[in-house]
């Protein structure tokens, strides 16, 4: 009986258990949504004609799938392949990591007519008798591996005349899972390098060619080859071939909605830990993409896998300084803060120990600890040494880098903590700013290697789109032409004053202030030289005036 002005008890009492008994079969996975999310076309709309508690239970096992699809954050077309094939469980991403895994298994489990093919005479007899024994112990690696090893120029020889000679796409995709599969095995990776090398051919040529292919699934396993044979100890991927691989890997981090974002990662992730990939990675301009593809927005396992590839590259001594310069301290801390999975905390802590502790460089280990504790890194690794007390890997990490950070707050300046705020770009309204002294000790300072802190200021002015920032960066301006006699005419040169009285035309109130007072202070500054030049001028006329034979010689 429903209570006057309420809600019926038992139907409340339904509500919680059924909303207990479907939270405890939901998803863990659960993370907050990247992108927006519209359901599958087979989840019915709710009737409005349903009892009350029918529409509940329906209502409820929607939102958990959708849960579910966020939890895995997948493109509406992996969507429909989970969904369709009741794959949830399978699809996990502590077993897979991507759309491709599910592509690959599902083609291996098709069957293909050599038959056919050898009746219209498109391969050979012998490549026919041997891809046949191959399919026929394909789901015992210790057959596949012994038939591999027992023929294995035959085994090259097939599997090349084939990806040459067939043009179908679900037989080149078949072949290529079969590839894959079989150098899962790294010692059967030499199979392809011996007969390249007995027919003076190039390993790489056969497998870079079909990444001009246009079925994506055919592509990107043809990647996740090319990385397991650049990797498996054999001979290195270089010159042309190297130039072209990793290019093909940078432009494909950079595709729009790629949906195999993650295989293209792992590629890179087994790549980067070889020194002579690292510096090719390097020349590519690969940390850029790296830093654009992690500020778009991607889920927590792209997220691991991207910061794990700029964990790699830090081992080596020369990329962990050269890399400091790409600024990725802040966007660093922005992920570490945010996210709430232990793999990816763990990745992002583990970079920020090799930027402090691979360079060799002392000054750039520094500046890397002060950009921290800038970031607030130093104040969240006291809540993840409690949140993660007891994983000993990242509790090592982090008692180091604290240690670290503390001491870099112990000997930091004003100077350093205004150098290290200007260059993350991330100005806020600090001590530092408003402090009249800091100015009259530093503002030169900003003169320093050819202008650089001043230019940062200029350019924080043109690109950045937080208020806060152009408005302190307006004030700096304001200041060091207040402070540094020969302020103005270095502003001029730069052509620093047209871009501050810009942005007095904004349509935030504090830029718009900001700017306003930089401008009075420099034009202040020119009526005080304006000024001083007039009563220099009189006292001139003066004199003249009295002596007009003018000064005795």
């Known amino acids: 009986m429903a209570v006057a002005g309420g809600a019926d008890p038992t139907t409340a009492r339904v509500e919680e258990l059924l909303a207990g008994i479907l939270s405890a079969h939901s998803r863990p996975d659960y993370v907050r949504p990247v992108r927006p999310w519209k359901p599958h076309p087979a989840i019915a709309p709710l009737d409005s004609e349903e009892k009350p508690v029918v529409q509940l239970v329906r209502r409820l096992s929607i939102e958990n799938d959708e849960k579910r699809y966020v939890a895995m954050d997948l493109l509406p077309k992996t969507m429909q392949i989970v969904q369709d094939n009741g794959m949830y469980d ?87 899972v079969l590839i894959e599969d079989m150098l899962s095995d790294k010692e059967n990776g030499r199979v392809f390098r011996e007969y390249a090398q007995q027919k003076g051919e190039s390993v790489w040529a056969p497998f870079l060619t079909l990444l001009n292919r246009p079925d994506d699934i055919s592509v990107n396993l043809t990647a996740w080859i090319l990385a397991r044979l650049a990797c498996d100890g054999g001979r290195q991927m270089e010159g042309s071939d190297l130039q072209l691989y990793i290019t093909w890997l940078k432009d494909q981090l950079r595709k729009s909605e790629n949906q195999y974002l993650p295989t293209v990662a792992r590629c890179l992730q087994l790549m980067l830990r070889i020194d002579e990939y690292r510096f090719a990675f390097m020349r590519a301009d690969g940390v850029n993409t790296l830093q654009a593809v992690l500020s778009s927005g991607v889920n927590f396992q792209c997220q691991y896998q991207l910061v794990f590839c700029l964990w790699v590259l830090t081992f080596n001594t020369e990329i962990a300084e050269t890399i400091s310069r790409y600024n990725l301290v802040p966007l660093l801390a922005d992920i570490l803060i945010d996210t709430e999975k232990e793999k990816v905390v763990r990745m992002c802590v583990a970079t920020f120990r090799n930027l402090v502790d691979k360079p060799e460089s002392a000054s750039v280990s520094r500046e890397n600890a002060i950009q921290m504790v800038q970031c607030k890194v130093l104040r969240h690794l006291e809540l993840i040494a409690l949140r993660y007390n007891t994983d000993e890997d990242l509790r090592a990490d982090v008692d180091y880098l604290t240690e670290k950070l503390t001491l870099s707050v112990h000997d930091l300046n004003s100077l350093d903590e205004y150098t290290t705020e200007l260059k993350s770009g991330r100005l806020e309204w600090s001590l530092v700013h408003k402090s009249d002294k800091f100015w009259r000790e530093n503002a030169s300072r900003l003169n320093d290697n050819n202008y650089q802190l001043l230019k940062i200021l200029l350019h924080l002015l043109d690109t950045s789109k937080d208020p806060l920032v152009v408005s302190v960066a307006c004030h700096d301006i304001g200041e060091y032409v207040r402070h540094y006699p020969r302020g103005k005419r270095v502003l001029e040169s730069l052509d620093g004053k047209s871009r501050v009285m810009e942005k007095m035309l904004s349509d935030d109130p504090n830029v718009k202030l900001c700017a306003l007072l930089a401008v009075q202070k420099i034009m202040v500054h020119n009526w005080d030289y304006l000024s001083k030049k007039l009563a220099k001028d009189e006292a001139e006329a003066k004199d003249s005036l009295k002596n007009p034979l003018g000064p005795i010689q």
């Open 90 to 176: 399978w699809f996990c991403r502590s077993q897979c990591t991507g759309l491709l895994q599910v592509q690959a298994a599902e083609i291996k489990a098709k069957s293909i007519n050599w038959q056919s093919y050898l009746q219209s005479q498109m391969i050979s007899q012998e490549d026919y008798n041997f891809i046949v024994a191959y399919d026929n112990v394909l789901n015992d690696s210790a057959k596949r591996n012994a038939l591999v090893r027992q023929q294995s120029q035959q085994c090259a020889k097939t599997f090349l005349n084939l990806l040459g000679h067939i043009a179908k796409d679900q037989t080149i995709q078949y072949l290529l």
